[in-house]
């Protein structure tokens, strides 16, 4: 099949464009710039420099493709992006897969596609584009879910590595908050997968929550953490109000959410079998080193 992909440079599809090329699909990608262009085009794919919300472009582009995986996803991009997407895959029976998030879900001690939605402020934009696809008729729309992203050294995990040490003859590593909140956790790599799995086999108007089925708490994720990086002092919770300001009211929130899915769904109808390695035994071996001196 020929994928038009979006955020084919960015962290998740940096191993979704290799995962589609390695399943033998050919990848056009619309990226912003020549440099990333560069890029896509040394990892064996296509690449067209232009701008997600130039409606005509995209939907040209979707035209002439046999589907659409969109990672892409920004609350300026999706109206635009979305709609210019349906109409160039207009009854074609085509699969466009679009990214949701687990923050959509709110706090849930488990989370199912069918869950109740009660976003956090900072993503409660989503639903509005997600509705369009699941509902896009002569299409086969689905939006796949991701959870905490990890591998590779990045993603959030960064925020409980590099937080800051308090004061004091032992310093503790701060926590997000008081640390007792879950969160749902998926490998970039699986994930990669998942977004292929639902590529090729998925059912319109279907929901595929990407989750590992491992939800450790921050504060296990921050012990983890300060023993890694040899922290004396540990660990130290961090009050709500001290959170925002370290990292913006509406981060905070979201990370604050209490959140644990298993991502039954994708393995029951799609096959998916997530098998890299847990956050914790990530940080655990040092996968997640502190980058910078910490203050």
Known sequence: MSILLTGSTGYIGSSVL??????????TALVRDEAKAEAV???GAAAVVGDATDADLVTRLAAESDGVI????????DPVFVDAVLAGLADS????VHTGGIWT??????????????????????????????????VCGSVVVPSIVYGYGAGLARLIVDAPLGDGLAPALTLIGDGSQHWATVHVDDLAALYVLALENG???????????????????????ARAAGVAGGVAPASVEETADRLGAGLAEALLLDQQARGSK???DLG????????????????????????
């Open 18 to 27: 290799p995962r589609l090329l390695e399943e033998g699909h050919s990848v």
């Open 41 to 43: 085009r040394a990892a």
């Open 70 to 77: 969109h990672l892409a996803s920004a609350k300026d991009v």
């Open 93 to 96: 029976g085509k699969p466009f």
């Open 105 to 138: 879900y709110g706090s849930n001690a488990d989370i199912a596609e069918d869950s109740p939605a009660a976003p956090p402020a900072l993503t409660a934009w989503r639903g509005a584009t997600e509705a369009v696809v699941l509902g896009a008729a002569g």
């Open 203 to 225: 059912t319109a108007g279907a929901v595929y929550i990407g989750a590992s089925g491992a939800n450790p708490t921050v504060r296990e994720l921050g012990e983890l953490a």
């Open 266 to 268: 994708a393995r029951i």
């Open 272 to 295: 998916w079998e997530p098998n890299g390695p847990a956050l914790a035994e990530e940080i655990a071996a040092g996968s997640y080193a502190p980058e910078t001196a910490r203050a």
